[in-house]
DNA sequence: TCAATAATCATCCGATCGGTTGATTGTGTC
DNA sequence: GACACAATCAACCGATCGGATGATTATTGA
C-alpha cells in the first residue's frame, strides 16, 4: 500500500531467532504505525486522535512514534506529505470531463482514511505541507478544463476553476458528508455499492453539462 | 442573531447600579457564551475547542459554560440543535433550481461559523442530535428535486437524491475546503466576492443541466 | 564470543484539559 | 436596611494527553 522501502531482516545468519511476531523490522513497524495513524487521523481527525490510540491499534508501544516520527505532529506530517499514492494516479488526461468526474468519486473509495485525514486537515484550513503538489495538481486540472472549454466541451460561461471547485466538492461527498449522504441516500458513504453510483450519478451530471443541442 | 428571550434587567428601581458592564443578565451572559462557542467550534471542531478559549472569547468566567449548559457538551448540543435559524430560512419552493443552488451557496455566507460547526459534526458522522429537522429539511429538498424532475425541468436519468447531494456537497466548498478554495481559484474562502461569485457560477451550471435542445 | 548498536518497551513527568468547590457580589423583596 | 437567592468568579482537582527517561532485548560486526 505504502511504498516505503522494505528491508527484509537477515534471517540466515542466526538460526536461534526469535519468534516472527517479535522479529524487530523497523521498517515494518514504521508501516504498522503509519497504517494506524492513517486510520485514526482519517476517522477522529488531528486534534481528536490519540497517540495512545495509533500505537494500540498498530500493536507497538507509543514512545516509538517519538523515536521514529518525532512525535504526533511529526507523524502527521509524514502522512500528509504523501500525496503521490492517490493524486498521482489519476490519469485524467485524454478522457472526456464526465468520466473525470467519475475518477474523483472513485478515487474516495480507495484510499479513504489518507482521503478522509486530508478533508480534516483541509477543513481546519492550516496551510498544507507539501501543499506544493496539491495545488500544482489544482492548476493542471484547471488548465485541462480550460482546454476542454476551448474545444467546446463545456459552455463558454463557466469559469474553468470554478467549475473544477464544484466538482471536487462533489466528489468529496463520501469523505466530507457522510451524515449528509446517510439523511440524503439512506447509503452509507464508505459502502462501495453507495460511492459507486455516486460517480455514475456524477458523471451523468457532468455529461448534461456538454450534450448540446 | 439569536432567538433567544432577552430579560432586560429593570433599572428604574435601584439609582445605585454597577456600571453596564458589570450589570448581571444571564441571557446576555448566555448568549456572550453561545456567540463566542459558535466562533470556536466553527473554527477548530469540537476536539480542538478550548472552553477555556470559549470563556476567554465571552469575557466570562468558563464556570459559567457548566452553569448554564452543563458543561462542553451540552453548549454543543445546544448550538447543534438551532436549525430553524439558518435551514429554516432558505425558502426553495417555487423558484428555478439554478435559484437554489445559488440559495445553497449563499447560506454559507449568512451564520458562517454555524454552517462550519455542522460541517465538522457533519464529517464525524455521529449522529445529529436534532437531526431530525435536518433529515426532515433534506427529504424535503429530496421531494421537491423529483417534482421538478416529473415537470421535465431536469433531466430523467439523474436520481434526484444523488442530484441533491452533489448540490449540498458543492455549495458546502467554501465551508469544508478552504484550502482547496484557494489552491483552485486564489480566493478567500470566506469572501463574500468569492461566495457570490461562486453561487452564481453553481447556479449557471445547474442552469444547464435544465436547458434542453 | 562478546561488545556495540539499534529497536523496543515500561514507566514516569509536566502541561493542559474539562469540571467542581466554595466564596463573593449584585439584585429584588419584605 | 437586611435577608435570600441568583449570577459570577477565583482557585483548585482529577484525568488525560503528548512526550521524555532509562532500562531491556535483539541484532550485527569484530
Not at 41 to 65: C, E, H, M, P, T
Not at 182 to 204: C, H, M, V, W
Amino acid at each position: 500500500m505504502i511504498g516505503y522501502p522494505v528491508r527484509v531482516p537477515e534471517t540466515s545468519r542466526n538460526p536461534r531467532r526469535a519468534p516472527v511476531e517479535k522479529q524487530r523490522d523497523p521498517e515494518r513497524t514504521k508501516r504498522k504505525i503509519l497504517d494506524a495513524a492513517k486510520i485514526e487521523f482519517g476517522a477522529k481527525g488531528y486534534a481528536a486522535a490519540r497517540v495512545s490510540d495509533i500505537a494500540g491499534r498498530a500493536g507497538v508501544n507509543k514512545q516509538l512514534i517519538s523515536y521514529y516520527f518525532g512525535g504526533k505532529e511529526g507523524l502527521f506530517q509524514e502522512l500528509a506529505g504523501q500525496w503521490h499514492e492517490t493524486g498521482g494516479e489519476i490519469s485524467t488526461v485524454d478522457q472526456p470531463l464526465p468520466e473525470v468526474a467519475r475518477q474523483f468519486v472513485m478515487t474516495t473509495l480507495h484510499d479513504r482514511d489518507w482521503g478522509r485525514m486530508m478533508m480534516w486537515a483541509n477543513m481546519s484550513g492550516e496551510d498544507d505541507p507539501g501543499g506544493d503538489p496539491e495545488a500544482r495538481f489544482m492548476q493542471v486540472q484547471v488548465e485541462q478544463i480550460r482546454t476542454r472549454q476551448q474545444q467546446g466541451e463545456i459552455p463558454d460561461d463557466l469559469d474553468p476553476a470554478y467549475l473544477l471547485l464544484a466538482l471536487v466538492a462533489a466528489a468529496s461527498a463520501s469523505l466530507a458528508l457522510p451524515r449528509a449522504v446517510r439523511n440524503i441516500t439512506g447509503e452509507d458513504a464508505a459502502s462501495p455499492d453507495f460511492i459507486t453510483k455516486y460517480a455514475d450519478q456524477l458523471a451523468l451530471l457532468v455529461g448534461h453539462l456538454t450534450k448540446k443541442p
